[in-house]
Antibody, heavy 121, light 112 residues
Framework: QVKLQESGPGLVKPSETLSLTCTVS??????????WGWIRQPPGKGLEWIGS???????YYNPSLKSRVTISVDTSKNQFSLKLSSVTAADTAVYYC?????????????WGQGTLVTVSS | QSVLTQPPSVSGAPGQRVTISCTGS?????????VHWYQQFPGTAPKLLIY???NRPSGVPDRFSGSKSGTSASLAISGLQAEDEADYYC????????????FGGGTKLTVL
């Protein structure tokens, strides 16, 4: 079955760029049936969708984060990545990657285990 | 303030039935977009519990059921067990937010 694993720095300084990678195993990221998404969860708070990408490079972003977010895909490595620029303490969160079933229904399954990113100097 | 509104907490005794509501609007649930539910235990990733309003992925007990009507959806858990104590989130699509995928604020289920 498909598994996802996030990786990247756990500490980022304010105003810098957060960078994370999600490695997909047990299936191809080039599947025509799925998008691949990022979701975050601040400590003690709820879930927020960040954005999603298709293997072709087509992207959807959360309008509230769009100006700071870039999601890219590397099909040769079966990976997709997240960059969030100009981070502040409000961007401190557990970041999850997930397979995104698009259109209607539009849900996320499965999810990676998540990685905590703290924004602090 | 989440686009989808859930009660912060619900509780029930073992064996009882509880429901968790998810209230949206005419631009998301009321527009016909599907609602999905996730279960999250402390320190772990969310897990898909219900998709497409009322469908259970393989392995999810039939004690869990979902429904949708108008601008709202509900998750029902019957025969409540101690292991059901977790956070539950609803999720849908909102057409008024440039195609944003939106989550409810989450509901903490306590088994008394």
């Amino acid at each position: 079955q498909v598994k996802l694993q996030e990786s990247g720095p756990g500490l980022v300084k304010p105003s810098e760029t957060l960078s994370l990678t999600c490695t997909v195993s047990g299936g191809s990221i080039s599947s025509s049936s799925y998008y691949w998404g990022w979701i975050r969860q601040p400590p003690g708070k709820g879930l927020e969708w960040i954005g999603s990408i298709y293997y072709s490079g087509s992207t959807y972003y959360n309008p509230s984060l769009k100006s700071r977010v870039t999601i890219s895909v590397d099909t040769s490595k079966n990976q997709f990545s997240l960059k969030l620029s100009s981070v502040t303490a409000a961007d401190t969160a557990v970041y999850y990657c997930a397979r995104h079933v698009p259109d209607n229904p539009n849900y996320f399954d499965p999810w990676g285990q998540g990685t905590l990113v703290t924004v602090s100097s | 303030q989440s686009v989808l509104t859930q009660p912060p907490s619900v509780s029930g005794a073992p064996g009882q039935r509880v429901t968790i509501s998810c209230t949206g609007s005419s631009s998301n649930i009321g527009a016909g977009y599907d609602v999905h539910w996730y279960q999250q235990f402390p320190g772990t990733a969310p897990k898909l519990l219900i998709y497409g309003n009322s469908n259970r992925p393989s392995g999810v007990p039939d004690r869990f059921s979902g429904s949708k009507s108008g601008t709202s959806a509900s998750l029902a858990i019957s025969g409540l067990q101690a292991e059901d104590e977790a956070d539950y989130y609803c999720q849908s699509y909102d057409s008024s937010l440039s195609g944003s995928r939106v989550f409810g604020g989450g509901t903490k289920l306590t088994v008394l």
